[in-house]
DNA sequence: CTAGACTGTTGAAAGGTTTCAGGACGTGGG
DNA sequence: CCCACGTCCTGAAACCTTTCAACAGTCTAG
């Protein structure tokens, strides 16, 4: 200690050369223990590690990604992180990326677009090296702003029509049809579609795939009826059974397929709190599978997303975008299943 | 056009200095049309403007953090991103920091020690300006070594015995003592205790307000049972009830307390099941009030956590000791509600 | 008409890292 | 004994932004 080190004021936080100083050794041999610790002599490594805990050195990461100009560095803005949906696709990513040696911030756009806006420029700006998004609108002009300017980005669970993203969905058509030719064979003839904004494309596509199963099963056309909700959440279920209950007794349907789980749980609720039975008086479907779907009221069945599968997907989708200068922008689609529950079986 | 711009080479991303260029300003003035525009004239400031769209710039905030030496972002590691608790305590807290003009990233550390240091590593080197934490340990030294090395850091529903952290917390004692008191007045005399590991410190406190209320009651100590469980998950939950329902008969408890809901739901599922009645056969209190307990099998009777608070309380105390040289740790604490329903009612 | 104040702009310095051309030194072969 | 080579290490340049002292020009008051 009896060499001062003038340099380390006060309040600053020690740099490399700091740690250079201490060590006695210039800043290049300080960042090559750092990045290239096979070039350097056993003495020098462990001087210089040692200079580093003695100062309490935390390596700046912008220096490096100014200097470097990437930032090993993925995020995922998701639409809803109170919905485990979206938590588990996170974790999907989440498990690839650290395979990948990747950092993963996970932002939260609520499902508003001045919040998404918000992410993306301040992701932008931080320079990740790539960006998942489920986005509030997949062909909003913003994405393509994003890539213009030279941020990979794919698409979560929607796509965009003009294939200039990588995107991974599961086939919101092909679930629509399931869960009605399920409902279907179990002898229903008036069933009712929950779900909304229709500004959603997963919304619209399962409700063509719900209709194209029922109208393959030569039903009435009006006997699909339509009830439109304001969003995909708990409380709109429940709204939604209270609009079904007020319906006249004859034209009430036998069965509900809904948009989502967390609308099937919260209609089921309602349901259950009147005292009509699942699924005798009504037959319930959601779409998800979410956990506490197996848990339910009535145990729900419920079409099942491959969650984690599809995260992995799409970090993997980026992952190439971001190395491989011969990337294809692909389009992956994964199938969906239909787990049958109390909820229709009785 | 006629004047070319040698200076933006192909690959490049623009900085202010092409801007500066093409709006034929220097780079000072670019950084006050960014940062101080009422300090510019209105016919530069536009052309620099004008600059900036053509080129599609994007600021580069490693450079200006670099310079700052602050990047007005908070982190929140959460300890379990799939669990609603914790997704509505980010809610509380992205919402204080929305308002305070901060942006926020979420982590995971999936209640993994290697995945939590690496995310505070990460974090420490991105320079976040604080760090919100439900810790796996609060106790673990890194923590203490994160402010030491001057990053602010509050503990979110978790304490430090030292007192060297802000926390937030809700009194897990009084948690434990309402639900039991409420078991209590139902007339239970013989209840079990569902939750662990008991190495999670609400875990043991919520026991210890439960034993308090027991023993106050007094009831017989050996009634009040304690059931261990490897973590506070669904499936954990659904175990539980498989070894209650491996009781000899007269040693079954008439009611269980569990220490989350996630275990309570888990165990009201495999209870519902195998044909027992709830709560006529077992009556069930959950823990954190999440909103499935209320469209669960059986509305499920719970201790309610305001967690939204909770997360704003702690961003609140971080941007305090962020901006406040005066700063004082607070170790605040909130008051849990008992939310009665079916599952205790009938 | 001038001193002073004000407005708008400039240019250089600083912030912490990585990279890279090259320097110092030691070793082995001719 | 010299050259070539290998091993370690050095020092300066570059990455992009913000800040700030200084400057030029314009306006105002005396």
Redesign the interface.
């Known amino acids: 200690m009896s060499k001062s080190s003038p340099a380390l004021r006060q309040g600053r ?1 020690p740099s490399v050369k700091d740690v250079a100083e201490r060590a006695q050794v210039s800043l290049g041999t300080v960042s090559n223990v750092l990045n290239r610790p096979d070039r350097v002599s056993a003495g020098t490594r462990e001087r210089v590690e040692r200079a580093m805990a003695d100062l ?1 050195f ?9 200097r470097m100009g990437r ?1 090993n560095t993925f995020a995922y803005v998701m639409l809803d ?2 919905n ?1 949906f979206f ?2 696709v ?2 999907g990513i ?1 498990l690839a990326a ?1 395979k990948a040696d990747l ?6 756009s ?1 499902a508003r677009d001045a ?1 998404e806006g918000a ?1 993306l420029a ?1 992701l ?4 990740v090296d790539g960006i998942l998004i489920t986005p509030v609108d997949p062909e909003a002009p913003a994405l393509s ?1 994003i890539t ?3 941020t990979p980005l794919v698409i979560v669970d929607r796509t965009n029509a003009t294939g200039a993203f990588c995107s991974v969905t599961v086939d919101d058509r092909l679930g629509g049809r399931v869960a009605v030719e399920h409902l279907v064979d179990r002898g229903h003839t008036r069933v009712a579609y929950v779900g909304g904004p229709s500004s959603l494309g997963q919304v619209r596509e399962r409700y063509e795939g719900a209709r194209a199963a029922w109208d393959e099963a030569g039903l009435a056309e009006s006997d699909l009826l339509r009830v439109e909700t304001e969003a995909l959440s ?1 409380e709109e279920g429940r709204l939604a059974g209270e609009r079904l209950a007020g319906l006249p007794r004859r034209s009430r349907p036998s069965a509900v397929f809904c948009a989502n789980d967390l609308i099937a ?2 209609l ?2 309602q349901v259950v ?1 009147t005292g009509q039975r699942v699924p005798e008086d009504l037959a319930i479907v959601g779409y998800d599978d979410i ?2 779907a ?6 729900l069945t419920s079409v099942r997303q491959p969650r984690q599968a599809l995260g992995a997907a799409a970090a993997e989708l980026l992952i190439d975008e971001v190395n491989n200068p011969e990337h294809q922008h692909q389009q992956v689609e994964f199938t969906p299943e239909l787990i049958a529950r109390v909820s229709t079986l009785g």
Do not use: I, K, M, Y
């Open positions: 936080r309490g935390v390596l700046n990461e912008s220096a490096r990604q100014l930032s992180a109170t485990p938590t588990d996170a974790r989440e650290e950092s993963l911030f996970l932002c939260n609520d919040r992410h301040h932008q700006q931080q320079r702003r213009a300017q030279g708990f749980l919260g089921l609720q709190s956990a506490f197996a848990g339910a009221a009535v145990p």
